[in-house]
């Protein structure tokens, strides 16, 4: 049956188009430096935010309209990929993700659990086999269940780790069973509320053997997906051991994981941690572990993760900047963990929302790359840091130098001249690029 009967494919029309079940600026087939919009953004649909998300939050029961939702059990898990493939080809995506529990229900036991998982995912494969949509990741919920209260790989519980290996191990077989690119480790409860009942050195050891046997059956079984790790602060523990980035790397180094994972960065995440989004995918990039996105955006008037579909052009713009100076994401893609508002309650509003967010990242991309190709940022920068490329900067930069000789240097100094770092300046220019390209 059709879900979506009165949406055809969406295509392409142009900044001047009215229709707001067009694409403006998203151009699959329209090439930037060489490659097609869709080559380089690779975005995704979430399965969980656009298909099993009901509207409902603290103050509020669930309120979306979707026509699958009259049906229960594996019935409506069936439902929902006939739903999601629909979806995907009328929106013209090339990946989707997904949690274990996102499509297929938990059973009474872990058995039943593997059994109603079996028979979608078979379903999933048949749909693939004639859908250009892959799976761009799969992973396992381990935070919505009771059983996880204390955590999963850093649980307190032995047996929780262990039901947790088992999730992880299923999923690594389903990732490899469906060709997922990548495989991401989504900590929701990996953290601690207070150190006063807390081992802290226990669980981020367990939370080093949980990786690492992770690596070793995905070599057993012959699946060479990209692991990714997800930062995220707040969420929902008070102190998460992925906090950002810069911790996430840390703990990898720690433990000897750093060849072995890469990031996936989300923007309302990088907000919560009190960064920007760019910043994150910064950092990874210039420490060559920036593996995939979850293109969203939060609420900075909220503390919480709103995951709203990405509508911020300058932001989009920043962050494709990263991505592009990165060499693009490689095995990863731009993954819309976002979900469309309460008041958004209508089945055709998940068309809109992802129009939005493809357009946003359209346009970032676009703009980005122009920045790029006229050196307006890169070549700034040179000029700013120009006194480490000879003299007394160039020694520092080559270790050719000491404390002594730095204290004879300064003693000879008069006074410093510094240059303006010209922020606002170039806020404008950025401004003026994103206009240009937006009117062009």
Request: negative net charge; proline residues 2%.
């Amino acid at each position: 049956m059709a879900y979506f009967e009165n949406i055809n494919r969406i295509t392409y029309e142009g900044h001047t188009s009215t229709n707001p079940l067009a694409f403006k600026y998203y151009n699959p087939e329209e090439k930037v430096a060489g490659k097609t919009m869709e080559e380089i953004l690779r975005f995704g649909v979430a399965y969980w935010h656009t298909f099993t998300m009901d509207g409902s939050d603290p103050f509020g029961s669930g309120n979306m309209i979707r026509s699958w939702d009259k049906f229960k059990g594996m019935d409506l898990a069936k439902a929902r990929v006939e739903a999601g493939f629909e979806f995907f080809e009328k929106l013209n995506v090339p990946f989707f993700c997904f949690h274990d529990v996102d499509i297929a229900p938990e059973g009474a036991d872990l058995r039943e659990s593997y059994r109603n998982l079996d028979e979608i995912v078979a379903m999933i494969k048949d749909y693939m086999q004639t859908s250009k949509t892959k799976l761009l990741w799969n992973t396992a919920n381990m935070f919505s269940h009771p059983r996880f209260v204390h955590g999963a790989a850093t649980a307190v519980n032995a047996d929780v780790f262990a039901y947790s290996a088992a999730k992880v191990k299923k999923g690594l077989e389903v990732a490899k069973e469906l060709g997922a690119e990548n495989y991401v480790f989504w900590g929701g409860r990996e953290g601690y509320e207070t150190l006063l009942n807390t081992n802290m050195k226990l669980e981020l050891d367990n939370l080093g053997r949980f990786f690492h046997m992770a690596v070793d059956y995905a070599k057993e079984i012959g699946y060479d997906g990209q692991f990714l790790i997800e930062p995220k602060p707040k969420e929902p523990s008070k102190h998460q051991y992925d906090f950002d980035v810069a911790t996430g790397l840390a703990f990898l180094q720690s433990y000897d994981l750093q060849d072995y994972f890469k990031f996936n960065i989300e923007a309302n995440h990088a907000t919560l941690a009190g960064h920007t989004f760019e910043h994150e995918l910064h950092y990874a990039r210039i420490n060559g572990m920036l593996g995939s996105v979850d293109a969203n955006q939060g609420d900075t008037l909220l503390g919480w993760d709103t995951d709203e579909f990405p509508t911020d052009l300058y932001a989009t713009t920043l962050a494709m900047y990263e991505i592009l100076k990165n060499g693009g994401l490689g095995r990863g893609g731009l993954n819309f963990d976002a979900k469309v508002r309460r008041g958004s309650f209508e089945q055709e509003d998940l068309f809109h929302a992802h129009i939005a967010g493809m357009d946003s990242f359209a346009v970032g991309l676009k703009v980005a790359q122009k920045l790029i190709d006229d050196n307006v940022l890169d070549g700034f920068i040179e000029t700013r840091y120009d006194s480490y490329n000879h003299g007394i900067g160039k020694e520092i930069v080559e270790g050719k130098t000491n404390f002594q000789e730095l204290e004879e240097y300064a003693l000879q100094l008069g006074e410093i001249q510094n240059t303006s770092g010209r922020a606002e300046r170039l806020r404008a220019t950025i401004n003026q690029y994103l206009l240009s390209v937006t009117f062009a």
